[in-house]
């Protein structure tokens, strides 16, 4: 069925019934979507190692680092109670207003309505919301404390948070002059001769 | 919270203003030059990009696009956009960094923020020895007015504190 009407959205003055099989040639599309294909969702990453930034798409859940080969993981993470110890994924991590954590956390983004006490590396945006409470030191991309949340910590906001870039691989002399002499022991090299 | 947003008729320090010591204005401010001291703002300070402040500055909110090493104290809120650049502690209720920005400090956000900042508005109230005044204004302005505009024909001087 085809509606005849103005091109410039005037009501149709007209239906005509289309009979394919009339038609002196074929129509090349008589059904057609009206959305074209969505592209994929894409994340930015910056791997925490070395700092390098690369993209990929949503629905991973882990990932290599393409140029350190650090592995990356992308869990999503919802606490509700209370944790201690270490945190890390570079997925979105959620703290619920019942939950505490003490210790040190790296994700990706932080939603946090709960408390946190320790060292936080946030490598996106981290939202505090009303009802948090945050003590310690919070590195992140981009931060935004609420009304009514409250945060007495060291912030440092940087496009680049996280520790600095591991060194590359060290030679074997290196390690043994970074080394005390008598705490390696590490057998000595003879140059080959 | 008092509500703190941005008057259409702000006082403005242009880019060519360099101010060293203490300054008291009322409503709300736009920051183009440089400031060195403290800086008291009853309404909302905005420092543009390009500008730079050093010193304290006690603000209903502020909004930072510049750069600024300073300690910031501010009953509503404090935003810094994606250019700014900070250096220094802040103290307010609400905190809100884009991405883009740099910061590094100590904050304390909260309902009880003024309450640890209390050394430093101490210090301020004490230290304020310039300041504006509204009444001072209008009365420079009707002995300089000439006789034949009347009374009514200036506006008087907005842009005044009483300390």
Redesign the interface.
């Known amino acids: 069925m085809l509606i005849i009407g103005d091109a410039d959205g005037c009501p149709p003055v007209g239906v005509v019934a289309l009979d394919p099989a009339r038609m002196p040639i074929r129509p090349p599309l008589l059904a057609f979507h009206p959305r074209s294909p969505r592209p994929p969702r894409q994340r930015s990453v910056h791997c925490p190692s070395c700092r390098h930034g690369f993209s990929l798409t949503r629905r991973a859940v882990s990932v290599r680092c393409p140029k350190c080969a650090t592995p990356i993981a992308f869990d999503d993470l919802t606490l509700g109670q209370r944790v201690e110890g270490t945190i890390t994924t570079m997925g979105r991590v959620t703290l619920r207003d019942t939950c505490g954590v003490r210790g040190r956390l790296t994700c990706g983004m932080l939603e946090q309505s709960g408390k946190f006490d320790g060292d936080a590396t946030v490598y996106g945006?981290a939202v505090?919301q009303a009802g948090s409470r945050t003590t310690g030191t919070l590195v992140a991309?981009?931060?935004?404390?609420?009304?009514?949340?409250?945060?007495?910590?060291?912030?440092?906001?940087?496009?680049n948070p996280g520790p600095p870039p591991t060194p590359g691989r060290r030679t074997i002399e290196q390690v043994r002059h970074a080394l005390p002499q008598a705490a390696h022991g590490l057998p000595r090299v003879v140059p080959n001769r | 919270?008092s509500d703190f947003s941005p008057s259409a008729n702000p006082t403005v320090l242009g880019p060519d203003c360099r101010i060293n010591g203490d300054l008291v204005l009322e409503g709300d401010v736009l920051i183009r030059g440089r400031f060195e001291g403290t800086l008291r703002v009853t309404g909302t300070l905005e420092i543009a990009d390009g500008a730079a402040v050093e010193g304290t500055v006690l603000a209903g909110a502020v909004v930072l696009s510049g750069k600024a090493t300073a300690d910031f104290v501010a009953e509503g809120?404090v935003d810094?956009t994606g250019s700014a650049v900070f250096r220094g502690r802040?103290f307010t209720?609400?905190?809100?960094?884009?991405?883009?920005?740099?910061?590094?400090?100590?904050?304390?956000?909260?309902?009880r923020a003024l309450d640890?900042a209390g050394e430093l508005l101490n210090g301020a109230k004490d230290s304020s020895s310039v300041s504006t005044n509204a009444e001072a204004g209008d009365a420079l302005l009707q002995r300089r007015r000439p006789r034949g505009m009347g009374n009514g024909a200036q506006q008087p001087v907005t842009n005044g504190a009483h300390d």
């Open positions: 945006p505090l991309r981009s931060v935004t404390i609420e009304a009514g949340a409250k945060a007495v910590c060291r912030l440092k906001i940087t496009p | 919270m809120s810094l802040v209720g609400r905190l809100s960094v884009d991405d883009g920005a740099d910061f590094e400090g100590g904050i304390h956000v909260g309902a640890a």
